[in-house]
Nanobody
Framework: QVELVESGGGLVQTGGSLTLSCAAS????????MGWFRQTPGNEREFVAV???????YYADSAKGRFTISRDNAKNTVYLQMNNLKPEDTAVYFC??????????????????WGQGTQVTVSS
């Protein structure tokens, strides 16, 4: 069983930065994809970024150029550095792991482990 614990959310002004962390425990996730999604009330979880098991990174268009996903396999942790934050980035951010295969996806239902979420609020 894998447990994912996010941290690093908070309140920031427009243009500010935050770094989210997601620490995994229970088993190593080396070789598997770990991603970040976000969700606002009444909406589905939206893909933000993924660090694949083959060390590739992919981003949603909304995140390109502003967000950077990184990974420390020794710490079994994935990070999301968010710069130039905008009010529309306000959401609960979730970390997810896909361990049923070696691929990756923008579809939230493909991921089989999830963290509890961390709130990011960007004030205008």
């Amino acid at each position: 069983q894998v447990e994912l614990v996010e941290s690093g959310g908070g309140l920031v002004q427009t243009g500010g930065s935050l770094t989210l962390s997601c620490a995994a425990s229970g088993r190593t996730l080396r070789g598997y994809s770990m991603g970040w999604f976000r969700q606002t009330p009444g909406n589905e979880r939206e893909f933000v970024a993924v660090f694949t098991g083959s060390d590739n990174t992919y981003y949603a268009d909304s995140a390109k150029g502003r967000f950077t996903i990184s990974r420390d396999n020794a710490k079994n942790t994935v990070y999301l550095q968010m710069n130039n934050l905008k009010p529309e980035d306000t959401a609960v951010y979730f970390c997810a792991a896909l361990t049923t295969g070696t691929g990756w996806s923008v579809k939230s239902w493909m991921y089989n482990y999830w963290g509890q979420g961390t709130q990011v609020t960007v004030s205008s």
